[in-house]
């Protein structure tokens, strides 16, 4: 086995056999030396190494969380120089190895999550750390987004998942997962807060219309044309990968924001003890493989929030489980840290 992973076993082991107060610290610790670079760019091992910007919010989010500021501002530098490179102020989304083998951008769209969670963690840095440095660069990207990613439809306004390829004439793509309810209530502090809270209560409705399937739960990608909203053709209709994470942000709002399926998921893990990867919204059928290490974080805070305690310490001790096979998946390894870190809250 090579040094490295025999390193990571050996912190894993030392880190579910400690205290919750020095796991949080520890698990932020290992996240470090795993996915974030000396230059600051957080790495996503399972996809040749590349970059996102979702993945740098990430990194700078997890690091006001845990009060690292040399951290935050070795991410947020690396961020700012390398994806910050849009006439708009927005951030390319995806950076890593071109076929010419330079290390730059790759698609220099961007993605509307990855912006938001930026500038929500700059806020937050600048909270943390009294600097208003870091609130005058969240302000700019808060006003970037809103310029340049807000659609109105049916009298609602809604955030595109980025500034090209999800318009065609009338009909919208949208994603149900890049709603993120905290960073919206952050953004109306600092910016224009009547747009800020219809684009949060434009979201909730959102998701109770991308809701499908018998358990009603909510689709990666949805496509809203003439005031219908529907599973968008040419994706998956899953609940899946992506619309995990509206479970995480609905955390945020009271417990009756959590679509129906929520419940019935927990009691069918209370009879079989499994949570599949992906529900097919159309078919009604489940993935026989089972989720990964940050969904089981994501259920377990849902269940807390439920009020099912026993169930949700039951899902985290076996995120920690799965977390310990998954030494290199930055994905999950970042839900699982939001999840367990009362994001929503510490982050405000």
Avoid at 26 to 45: A, C, N, P, Q, V
Avoid at 240 to 254: C, I, P, T, Y
Wanted: proline residues 3%.
């Amino acid at each position: 086995m090579p040094l490295r992973a025999i390193s990571l076993c050996l912190v894993l082991t030392a880190v579910f056999c400690g205290i919750a107060e020095a796991r949080d610290r520890t698990m932020w610790e290992l996240y470090k030396r795993s996915f974030l670079s000396d230059d600051g760019r957080i790495i996503d091992h399972a996809q040749d190494q590349i970059s996102h910007s979702e993945g740098q919010g990430y990194g700078m989010l997890l690091a006001t969380i845990h009060r690292d500021r040399a951290a935050f501002d070795r991410i947020w530098t690396w961020t700012k120089n390398n994806l910050q490179v849009r006439s708009d102020g927005l951030f390319a989304w995806q950076w890593g190895k071109r076929p010419d083998n330079a290390w730059k951008v790759l698609d220099s769209n961007n993605a509307t999550d990855g912006d938001i969670l930026i500038a929500f963690a700059l806020l937050k840095a600048s909270d943390a750390w009294h600097s208003p440095d870091y609130r005058e660069e969240a302000r700019k990207i808060i006003a970037s987004i809103r310029s340049v990613l807000a659609v109105t439809r049916y009298g609602r306004t809604y955030l595109l998942p980025g500034a090209f390829g999800f318009t065609d004439g009338n009909s919208v793509v949208l994603n149900p997962s890049y709603l993120i309810f905290p960073a919206y209530r952050a953004f109306a502090r600092a910016d224009q807060p009547d747009f800020w809270e219809a684009v949060r209560n434009d979201g909730l409705f959102l998701i109770k219309g991308a809701s499908f399937g018998s358990l009603g739960l909510p689709a990666n990608w949805v496509v809203l044309e003439n005031d219908r909203i529907a599973l968008a053709p040419g994706k998956d209709p899953y609940f899946g990968a992506d619309a995990v994470r509206v479970l995480l942000m609905l955390g945020s709002e009271d417990r009756s924001r959590y679509p129906k399926g929520v419940s019935a998921l927990l009691e069918h893990y209370q009879k079989s003890g499994r949570l599949p990867l992906w529900i097919d919204l159309e078919k009604d059928s489940e993935s026989l493989k089972l989720a990964y290490a940050g969904y089981y974080a994501i259920y377990a805070a849902a269940a807390r929030k439920l009020g099912k305690k026993a169930l949700a310490e039951r899902l985290l001790k076996e995120a920690r489980k799965r977390l310990k096979t998954e030494k290199d998946a930055y994905y999950s390894f970042s839900l699982y840290l939001l999840a367990t870190g009362g994001w929503e809250n510490r982050a405000r």
